[in-house]
């Protein structure tokens, strides 16, 4: 059983940075960042592989944010730049069997979950 924390939300206003981070227990597959407001499904961010030579990105945040990870810490992190209102949520951090992902990101492909960290942004 492998257990994920999140790190690194906050509040920040529109236009500003955060680098939200996970920490794994142990080994991961590919793991990737998901986002939940209240009343809607949680949505699929970004995902990458265990290698961590292919990512795919969510539509609404393409260009603007990064994921990456370094296997040697069991660590996954997520660079959102140019942050708007929109981009409200909490934030999930997950990681799944198989060590590639697909570029549905969907959340029923998980099998591991951490308990999310706030992201606010203000205009």
């Known amino acids: 059983q492998v257990q994920l924390v999140e790190s690194g939300g906050g509040s920040v206003q529109t236009g500003g940075s955060l680098r939200l981070s996970c920490v794994a227990s142990?080994?991961?597959?590919?793991m990737a960042w998901f986002r939940q407001v209240p009343g809607k499904e949680r949505e699929g961010v970004a995902c990458?592989?265990?290698?961590?030579?292919?990512?795919y990105y969510a539509g609404s945040v393409k260009g603007r944010v990064t994921i990456s990870r370094d296997n040697s810490k069991n660590m996954a992190y997520l660079q959102m730049n140019d942050l708007t209102p929109e981009d409200s949520a909490m934030y999930y951090c997950a990681a799944r069997r198989p060590n590639w992902c697909t570029e549905s990101i969907r959340a029923d492909e998980y099998n591991y979950w951490g308990q999310g960290t706030q992201v606010t942004v203000s205009s």
């Open positions: 142990g080994d991961t597959n590919a």
């Open positions: 990458i592989y265990r290698s961590g030579g292919f990512t």
